[in-house]
């Protein structure tokens, strides 16, 4: 079983910055996908990056311009920068990898609230 766990969550006001972490007990350079999602209070949870293992980085588009996915592979580590944030960032984030065998491995989530 994998273990993530986020960080960094936590209440910013309009227009603020976040930065999120996810830490992973093993290397990433073993997972073929790597993923930010968010689930809103009484919503459906939403991906809003994901990246391949051939490097390639895709975003939702409220994600666009405002949001950076990066990894640490020396530190087992993935991260989303959060710019110009707005209340409908206000959700619960969670980071997800997909293993070589197609399985989902997510972490406990971390809430972000955004204030106007």
């Known amino acids: 079983q994998v273990h993530l766990e986020e960080s960094g969550g936590g209440t910013v006001l309009a227009g603020g910055s976040l930065r999120l972490s996810c830490t992973v007990d093993?290397?990433?350079?073993?997972?073929?996908?790597m993923a930010w999602h968010r689930q809103p209070l009484g919503k459906q949870r939403e991906l809003v990056a994901e990246?391949?293992?051939?490097?390639?980085?895709n975003y939702a588009d409220f994600a666009k311009g405002r949001f950076t996915m990066s990894k640490d592979n020396t530190k087992n580590a993935l991260y989303l920068e959060m710019n110009d944030m707005k209340p409908e960032d206000t959700a619960v984030y969670y980071c997800?990898?997909?293993?070589?065998?197609?399985?989902?491995?997510w972490g406990q989530g971390t809430q972000v609230t955004v204030s106007s």
């Open positions: 997800r990898v997909t293993g070589r065998d197609w399985f989902d491995h």
């Open positions: 093993i290397s990433v350079s073993n997972f073929k996908r």
């Open positions: 990246t391949q293992s051939i490097g390639i980085t």
